[in-house]
Nanobody, 118 residues
Framework: QVQLVESGGGLVQAGGSLRLSCATS????????MGWFRQAPGKQREWVAS???????NYADSVKGRFTISRDNAKNTVYLQMNSLKPEDTAVYYC????????????WGQGTQVTVSS
């Protein structure tokens, strides 16, 4: 069982930055691929970025070049650095984990609100 706790959300003006953190429990953090997702009001949840244990990353086109996902395996934590924020980035951001050998994310955090004002 893996527990995920996000932090770092808040209100920021367009063009600003935020750094989200996701602290995880468990002793096998490096065995998990980690991802960030977001859900805006009235919209479906969408994938934002993901990272596997060797540090390889992938990003949605909408955030590529502005967001950076990283992980600290020693601290069992994954981060999402968000720069050049836009009002359309406003959403609840969720951290998720999956075993590297499985395609589905099995574990989810409670979410953290990010609001970008224009």
């Amino acid at each position: 069982q893996v527990q995920l706790v996000e932090s770092g959300g808040g209100l920021v003006q367009a063009g600003g930055s935020l750094r989200l953190s996701c602290a995880t429990s468990g002793r096998t953090f490096s065995s998990y691929a980690m991802g960030w997702f977001r859900q805006a009001p009235g919209k479906q949840r969408e994938w934002v970025a993901s990272i596997i244990s060797d540090g390889s990353t992938n990003y949605a086109d909408s955030v590529k070049g502005r967001f950076t996902i990283s992980r600290d395996n020693a601290k069992n934590t994954v981060y999402l650095q968000m720069n050049s924020l836009k009002p359309e980035d406003t959403a609840v951001y969720y951290c998720a984990a999956r075993l590297i050998i499985t395609p589905q994310y099995s574990y989810w955090g409670q979410g953290t609100q990010v609001t970008v004002s224009s």
